[in-house]
């Protein structure tokens, strides 16, 4: 068996039409379940950040904004399946004791303040630069999708493998990617229970590199299955030919899309949260967090000092402004 190649110029224009409409609908699929991971993304942010002793509600939207999100209500609840509380309570108390922590801050003329450290901030800081990567495809993501396709040509083309098999070994492999993504859901609030300091297994940096590989393996393997559904579902000839086979994975894809909106985008910030907290600190965002607590608590003495002033009848020039400094790389 062989691939049915066009033979005129006519039939190469409707395959090129058809292949820029089924990887438009493919995008379309593609970001609209990732709209739903960062909406998910931003309440659990939220609620966790309100759970938080060192939160200032001043910074934040009003809880109200929040309410006219989609599925707010039920991604408030299942925020509480990770033990955020706990979490802040083991990074307190193991951050301390991170002798490679302490000297890049002793390096950087910076203290840990445990009572005045906003793990809040830290978390999105967290969050914000793994989820990123899910909402945009690079060069490299591009160059490895082309490959991708390429050699799925191939195996059609030597072996007569139908789409549909790949797309079952698709999902087959993002199984275990999920799965293993609750496994340190589930360990991190097991370790939030204990009162004992936790010993670093991996570098900061090649923990990172885990949490972005898992999210760029989602992320590829989410885009093939929605092309799968796109060039199901988006052609005439599909429903013409194989009606109850495009119907039925209609239905799949719609069950599945569920599945995903209600359980595995709320997966995505809890699995963050769990690779930054300990024993996987993210030295680097501690830093930076430490920079941010440390400028603020100039520029509040500075603001309490300027409003003093002003009602003493003081007189401030404007080059006296305070100018924070800059953060670490």
Not at 264 to 270: C, D, E, G, T
């Amino acid at each position: 068996m062989g691939m049915h190649m066009p033979s005129t110029a006519e039939q190469y224009r409707r395959v090129a039409l058809s292949c820029c409409v089924i990887l438009s609908f493919t995008l379309t699929f593609y970001y609209m379940l990732m709209l739903f991971v960062a909406e998910a993304t931003k309440v659990m942010l939220q609620k966790w950040a309100s759970e938080d002793i060192m939160f200032n509600e001043s910074e934040q939207e009003p809880k109200a904004a929040l309410e006219s999100h989609w599925l707010y209500h039920y991604v408030w609840s299942r925020a509480e399946d990770l033990d955020y509380v706990g979490l802040r309570a083991s990074f307190l108390r193991n951050v301390p004791a991170d002798a490679e922590i302490q000297a890049a801050l002793d390096k950087e003329g910076r203290v840990f303040s445990p009572h005045n450290f906003p793990f809040w901030k830290y978390v999105r800081l967290c969050v914000n630069s793994h989820t990123h990567v899910l909402y945009s495809f690079r060069v490299p993501e591009r160059l490895i999708i082309v490959l991708s396709f390429a050699a799925i040509a191939l195996l059609h083309f030597v072996f007569a493998i139908s789409f549909v098999h790949i797309l079952a070994v698709f999902s087959a492999v993002g199984l275990p990617l999920l799965l293993s993504m609750q496994v340190v859901i589930t360990r991190r609030n097991r370790d939030a229970c204990s009162s004992e300091s936790l010993e670093k297994t991996y570098a900061a940096a090649k923990t990172s590199t885990v949490v972005d590989a898992t999210l760029r393996a989602i992320s590829f393997l989410l885009f093939f299955l929605c092309y799968g559904v796109a060039r199901m579902v988006c052609q005439r000839s599909m429903w013409r030919l194989h009606f109850h086979a495009t119907l039925a994975v209609t239905i799949i894809a719609a069950v599945t899309t569920g599945i995903f909106i209600l359980h595995v985008a709320q997966m995505i910030p809890k699995f963050v949260l769990g690779m930054s907290s300990p024993p996987y600190i993210n030295e680097k965002h501690v830093l930076r967090t430490v920079a941010l607590a440390e400028q603020e608590a100039r520029l509040t003495a500075r603001s309490s000092t300027l409003s003093a002033g002003r009602g003493s009848g003081a007189a401030f020039t404007r080059t006296s402004a305070f100018v924070p400094a800059p953060l670490p790389e």
